[in-house]
């Protein structure tokens, strides 16, 4: 199982979206699992991933108390990937996020390779992880998904706006923050790269993808013109 599970969109829509989890278990492995946690995610730096996760700490790209909102717009876009492997200060769910399959194939394959004795969960779609695993000689073990939304759909935001709010498991980014990014888009007061970047910083444990969001945003504002 995990927070990504309810992604927003179909099946081509996550040609740019792999994520791999690294995950001990509470009273299992949890002792000493710190250094190969951080190992993962060491790990995964050489396969240039676009977002590293530290579930307590967040991701690569963070919101800062420190700043006052003139600076928020003007800060670094770049993500940060060793503040979090050197943040990580507790057994927790680490996870890199990959905009393309041969990466995350690469990167899964090494994993398997380290054998670090955790459960590592792949997610994107049932067919794309599926090739993932076979490309790393590891037959998948089980599939969870999403059934998708039920009831009163017609108040949902649109398809845009709930692929890009689903990107954070945890529902920390807003719909009105997504709507809002668009629309200053389409208005050409900033760029989708830089709309994406805003929005990642409020996903808490870093499983936010900025190329599909900013591909989503970018979509949306051809659509207008």
Not at 12 to 37: E, M, Q, R, T, W
Not at 98 to 107: C, H, L, S, T, V
Not at 190 to 201: D, H, M, N, T, W
Request: one cysteine or more; charged letters at 25%.
């Amino acid at each position: 199982m995990t927070n990504t599970l309810h992604r927003f969109g179909d099946a081509d829509s996550f040609h740019d979206d792999y994520i791999v989890f690294a995950i001990p278990a509470k009273g299992k492995n949890d002792a000493g699992s710190l250094p190969k946690l951080r190992k993962f995610l060491e790990m995964a730096l050489a396969f240039h991933p676009i977002n590293l996760g530290d579930a307590r700490n967040g991701g690569a790209l963070r919101p800062r108390r420190d700043m006052d909102p003139t600076q928020h717009w003007r800060r670094s876009h770049q993500p940060d990937f060793q503040a979090v492997i050197q943040g990580l200060d507790a057994p927790t769910t680490v996870s890199a996020v990959f905009d393309n399959r041969e990466a995350a194939e690469g990167f899964l394959k090494a994993v398997k390779e380290a054998d670090l004795g955790m459960c590592v969960t792949v997610s994107t779609s049932l067919d794309g992880a599926e090739q993932i695993c076979w490309a790393a000689n590891q037959p998948r073990h089980s599939i969870n998904y999403s059934l998708g939304f039920e009831g009163r759909t017609d108040q949902l935001p649109n398809r845009q706006i709930l692929m890009l709010s689903t990107m954070c498991g945890h529902g920390m980014v807003s719909h009105s923050l997504c709507k809002k990014m668009v629309d200053w888009v389409k208005e050409g007061r900033r760029s989708p790269p830089e709309a994406a970047a805003y929005l990642a910083r409020f996903c808490s444990c870093g499983i936010f993808n900025t190329t599909r969001a900013a591909r989503i945003i970018d979509a949306a504002r051809r659509r207008q013109e």
